[in-house]
């Protein structure tokens, strides 16, 4: 959600916040503007736009500064408190402050109050101009004694970029519960939400530390606890390529990434893998993690929360220790019985998910061990949890998760063989023949990866449905709610998936004639179950896609489609059926001549509730 840059140095901020807003669009948006010193002077201009980042930069050209500007401040904003339009857009200003802000202020009602009764009244609707209005009622000359007096009376969580129009070219910064990076370099000192966004600069960046003011000029990054202490804080190095966030010559990020995927396992999995065997010695997770452990409770949102709902049946297959899944924003307010024999994993791609990390927060307080899986270097809940395993997918640019959904998984299964193995309910040997299943199925993915002309073909029944259904049951219904989840989000068509067996405990009375049905059958076990409810729904009408293992005789009358995986080991089949429904999204949304990487209402990173 809203997108941050802020910017001092020897360039024109004006064309770097532009790019640097470009390159934080995936975390999704409505509305962007900007705010810069027109020319070294208190003269303070913003301009703001409803709409995508390109209007904001065709607006910008109108303005005739006399000078480069070189520092400023820009935002791209995902309305939450007041709706779309350009007043409620940021920066806000309100006397000499300017600011932008990501997060919510919980207490603005209260704030806006106090503010009123001073005769101070805002002219949008949003938390983010109280923010503004109470730290300039504080300001009187000293910048950082206003931000601490304003942010002791802020509730809830806030990433700002400050400019006073007495303070030309400097710019101040800070945040709680929301993410912030820092860079400097030879161009001058940089800001940001992402470090997508300063990548074409830097790929040296520090997360700036919780409640702790950061002042930027241009060759200058200081950052002091509220006690006036300077804090010195530590470098990270990104360690992907600057071309991983670029589109490099796809349509889309979104396929971009569905067909980094394969290498994205790899990278995860290959330091985890000591001498043939599942090992997170070098992530510093002890073994008496999970050790003793009564159950396990995975929480996590949306794709995150399928990943998790494979990882439930994997670990409760090999260790044999309950495990439940918890949807993050149910979790936080359930009560949970949770004791110190409690393992709570928690996945995240972004690391910042509102709810994961409050689920996280709560796990802690009642005692329980927390992992997280995140992709995000340095982000808050990996920083929150006790220990953390991290994806390797490399920044993630399409709303819609593909590679980090699966590198989730391969994970997962080392998680399930590592705990199995400790508990002694795997041999070494058994664990090195499941971790060469792992290697082996990446092949396989691979070749899934080339049914791309099958898949879109198939795409074209399905892009003019009004309502498609994903069956499967086991590892398959894991598989089939993902499927849903991917098509709805980026072609908004009506999907639902179903446990094969539950279709007809309600649902079924909804297929009818061409209804697109999608059924996973890929476990050998419970492969003829599947089939039973492929042939109830075939028998209303319904137009079958059967995705089977190789070597599945299949009567050609039960489908329209048979889409046939390689021959492998049933257990590793989601990596291959987790590329056949994102194709089967992708071709869809792109049929519908869709914003495919950047669906509407969604954001990137979830950082309200
Ligand atoms: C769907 C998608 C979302 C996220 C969810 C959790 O494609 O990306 O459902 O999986 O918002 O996000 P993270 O993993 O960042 O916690």
Redesign the pocket.
Known sequence: MCGIIGYTGNLDARQIIINGLLTLEYRGYDSAGIAFFSNGTSDVVTIKTTGKVNNLAEKLKKNNADSTPVCGIGHTRWATHGGVSETNSHPHSCGNVTLIHNGIIENYHELANMLSEKGIFPVSQTDSEIAAMLINYYYEGDACKAIRKAINMLEGSYAFCIIFSDKPGVIYSIRKNSPLIGAICDEGAFVASDVVAVIDYTKEYFILPEDHIAILTADSFKIYDLHGKEVIPDVMRVNWDIAAAKKGGYEHFMLKEIHEQPEAITKTISPRIIGGLPDFSNDNVPDELFKGISNIVIT?????MHAGMFGRTMIERYSRIPVSVEIASEFRYSDPILSEKTLVIAI???G??AD?LAAVRLAKSCGARTLSVVNVKGSIIANESDYVLYTHAGPEIS???TK?YVVQLSLMYLIAYRIAMINNKLSCEEAKDKVNGIITAVNNMKKVLKMDEELYLITNKLAKAEDIFYLGRGLDYAIACEGS??LK?ISYIHAEAYAAGELKHGTISLITDNVPVIAFATQEHIYQKVISNVVEVRSRGAYVILVTSAGKHVDTTLCDHHIVLPRMDEEFTPFCTAVILQYLAYYTAVRRNLNVDQPRNLAK??TVE
């Open positions: 996590a949102c949306g794709t995150a995240s791609q972004s910042e998910t994961t709303v819609a998760s980090a989840l991917k989000e990173s979830v």
